[in-house]
């Protein structure tokens, strides 16, 4: 069955730095992998997707995110994090069944000044 | 930019009354769901729906919830009777139903729905 993981409850990461969101994947075919950020009283927004091709997928806001097949992980990182990042972070994999998202628990990231 | 609108934002209902949530998805739209995310849970797919009828559904949507788009413009949710674990977010999303598109989903900003 497919599934994805999400470890770390919470991020917390100061402002200029690199910050690094880890989601790793279960599968039984090719993996669509994406992720989502949730902004505080907000919807959910699409960032980024892996589909095929480039294992380095670059996204909104900076963000990018690096698929590894042999580690079966899809991290989210951006080189310099901004105060304005912070907000809940999901990984999602499609279940090859019906085509539908299936949701990591979500990371909260927090980037401190 | 083109926007998914849910009302309300907030409803605040007894357990054991009927509640309907709107959704004003993305007009070019074919592709409509409904999640939900209990306070400080992960986010739940509840239902999909293309071309007037339910695609899919989970184990959630029991028999009471409903879908509808009754006009071609809204898509509702329909919870019965509801019961003190409805309570939770609510959110409406859409896509364009195109393989480029796929999963690419575009969310409201989500319904509250408190059941006392």
């Known amino acids: 069955a497919q599934s994805v993981a999400q470890p770390e409850d919470q991020v917390n990461v100061a402002e200029g730095n690199p910050l690094t969101v880890k989601c790793t994947y279960s599968?039984?075919?090719?993996?669509?992998l994406f992720w989502y950020v949730q902004y505080p009283n907000r919807g959910l927004q699409f960032l980024l997707k892996y589909i095929t091709g480039d294992n380095l997928v670059k996204g909104s806001y900076g963000f990018e995110a690096e698929f590894n097949k042999s580690q079966t992980s899809f991290h989210l990182k951006k080189p310099s994090a901004l105060v304005s990042d912070s907000a809940l972070y999901f990984c999602a994999v499609r279940d090859d069944s019906n085509y539908q998202l299936i949701w990591g628990a979500g990371t909260k990231l927090i980037i401190k000044p | 930019e083109p926007e998914v609108t849910q009302t309300p934002s907030h409803q605040v209902t007894q357990m054991g009354q009927e509640v309907i949530l709107r959704c004003v998805p993305i007009?070019?739209?074919?592709?409509f769901y409904w999640y939900r995310q209990i306070l400080g849970q992960k986010v739940e797919f509840l239902v999909s729906f293309y071309n007037n009828e339910i695609s899919e559904k989970s184990e959630i949507f029991d028999d009471q919830f409903s879908v509808e788009r009754p006009d071609g413009s809204n898509f509702t949710l329909k919870i019965r009777s509801t019961k003190l674990e409805d309570s939770a977010m609510y959110f409406c999303?859409?896509?364009?139903?195109?393989?480029?598109?796929?999963?690419?989903?575009?969310f409201g900003a989500g319904s509250r729905l408190t059941v006392l």
């Open positions: 599968v039984s075919g090719n993996p669509y």
């Open positions: 999303a859409s896509d364009t139903g195109q393989s480029s598109g796929a999963n690419v989903l575009t």
């Open positions: 007009s070019n739209h074919l592709y």
